[in-house]
Structure formats: structure tokens, C-alpha cells
């Protein structure tokens, strides 16, 4: 299992209920796999009140973690 997800950009639709993916990320969550989302994009999408799985992070954690663990990138 990877160390976390991190969703960025337009990626942060995926831990809403606009995505049927946040039902497999908010399983992954549960399962003790940490699902983030930035801050700056679901500030700029409006998207405060609307995620259903992860919990807001700001690019500091990310670049902790991009420091310690290799990165994947999906797009």
C-alpha cells in the first residue's frame, strides 16, 4: 500500500461524491491509508464542504512526504 495519496489540482473532484473513485479512496482511508487533499485547490474549487473521503493538507506535508517516499503521478 503506498504511504499516502495526494490529490492535487482537479484531483481533489476524486474525494467528492462527483467521483465514484472517493468511494475506493474513503475504503483505503479507512483501512489506515493516509488520503490528502491541498488545501490551495479545494480553497479554489470550492470544495471545503464537499469531500467525502480525505482530509484537507497543505503543500508543507507534501513536500515531507515527497522527501521520504518516491512520488507517482497520475494525470
Not at 484531483?11 to 467528492?16: I, K, P
Request: aromatic share 10%; net charge negative; proline share 1%.
Amino acid at each position: 500500500m503506498p504511504a499516502a495519496v495526494f490529490c492535487m489540482n482537479k484531483g481533489v473532484f476524486t474525494l467528492t461524491e462527483r467521483s465514484f473513485i472517493s468511494l475506493q479512496l474513503k475504503e483505503l482511508e479507512e483501512r489506515g491509508l493516509e488520503v490528502l487533499a491541498c488545501k490551495t485547490c479545494v480553497d479554489y474549487y470550492e470544495l471545503n464542504d464537499k469531500l467525502i473521503a480525505g482530509k484537507i493538507s497543505g503543500m508543507a506535508q507534501f513536500i515531507e512526504l515527497a522527501s521520504k517516499y518516491e512520488v507517482l503521478t497520475l494525470s
